[in-house]
């Protein structure tokens, strides 16, 4: 429970942040978990989870949100239960990550309860899988049915606070910079965000394309207005452009990119493939995935595609990118997690 005036510090806090004072803000968050805030220690904890506006110290990060989780704080309980699903700084379990998820809707976290509601019949929901090729070579594969409508919900619901303008990455500068080959918004979810139902959706996707979950970059959901688009482009890695190379080396080639159609009250917004000659419309919960490297991870060039823009309503679908080595590597703790 929080002492004197460390609730004070949270406040102060988030005056810093508004000013762009980040190490002031770090400052006040470690008085009020020195203090015995743990709202403060639960805000540390992520922040330095994610290297969020801080150092980027997951360990430290992770044990602060432990020590939350087991004292009571409620969204330290749902960032624990989303590592547990993960690996992280903890034993992989999703048992354990699900008896989480229930203390913290216990403890009146509502977006945990929010996802309890969603997931409904876990295991009939989560452990089934429909596919069927729409191109043998290059791989292009449709899953129906492949989340419920109420994950759907779900996700568009956590994404609309979310949403800010599509970037894309400039090679020369080295930095995320607003194009017109992309006029969509989007809705990021980092280390610090994902929640145990994001890594279920993970896990299912690694089920269907048959690449390790742990490949998987950080997930992103893509909201299109009308006349909104992501034009003719690529998603693998290109290593012909400067730093690409590196990029390579350090990350993997981006092998598999994996999109969920969260609606279907829209006209237009077809997912175009030029070269090969045809687009898909997905449909409410439906995946689908492309394989964009050949078998020696060089870029296959007839993977061309777009997301053509809606002519009237709003699309929404989920963009998750796979590499082709792991991203999160899980590191063992000193002691499990266990709830309480």
């Known amino acids: ?23 002031e803000a770090i400052n006040a968050l470690a008085r009020g978990t ?18 969020d506006r801080a150092p980027a110290l997951p360990p430290e990060g992770a044990r602060f949100l432990q020590e939350a989780a087991l004292q009571g704080e409620p969204e330290a309980a749902a960032r624990i239960a989303a590592l547990t699903a ?47 090729d729409l191109s043998a070579d290059p791989r292009i594969c449709a899953l129906d049915s492949f989340i419920t409508p109420a994950v759907c919900d779900w996700i568009i619901t956590r994404a609309r606070g979310r949403l800010t303008r599509a970037r894309v990455y400039d090679p020369v500068n080295r930095q995320d910079v607003i194009g017109q080959t992309r006029t969509n918004s989007v809705a990021n979810f980092g280390l610090a965000d994902v929640e145990v139902l994001d890594v279920l959706l993970q896990a299912k996707m690694s089920r269907a394309c048959e690449v390790p979950m742990n490949h998987m970059e950080a997930p992103a959901v893509l909201c299109y207005e009308p006349g909104e688009e992501a034009s003719d482009h690529y998603d693998f890695v290109n ?14 080639q981006r092998v598999v990119t994996f999109l969920v159609y969260l609606n279907d009250e829209y006209e237009g917004g077809e997912t175009s493939f030029p070269t090969l000659g045809f687009s898909h419309k997905g449909r409410r919960g439906q995946g689908l995935f492309f394989v964009n490297a050949h078998a020696d991870m060089q870029p296959d060039l007839r993977m061309l595609h777009a997301g053509r823009p809606p002519t009237r ?19 063992p703790p000193r002691q499990f997690y266990e709830a309480r």
């Not at 015995?36 to 290297?51: E, I, N």
């Not at 290593?239 to 993997?252: H, K, L, T, V």
């Not at 309503?313 to 999160?328: D, E, P």
């Open 1 to 23: 429970m929080p002492h004197g005036n460390s609730h004070a510090e949270l406040t102060l806090a988030a005056q810093h942040d508004a000013a762009g004072r980040y190490d």
């Open 34 to 51: 020195g203090a015995g805030d743990l709202t403060c220690k639960t805000q540390l904890g992520k922040r330095l989870l994610a290297g």
């Open 86 to 132: 993960l690996g992280l700084y903890c034993k992989q379990s999703w048992q354990e990550a699900l008896r989480w998820l229930t203390v913290a809707a216990e403890r009146h976290w509502q977006p945990a309860q929010e996802q309890l509601i969603a997931l409904g019949d876990i295991a009939s929901e989560w452990t089934s899988l429909s596919r069927r």
């Open 239 to 252: 290593p012909a452009i400067p730093d690409y190379a590196g990029e390579i080396a350090r990350n993997g």
């Open 313 to 331: 309503g709003v699309k929404w679908i989920v963009s998750q990118f796979i590499r082709s080595r792991a991203m999160l590597v899980p590191i």
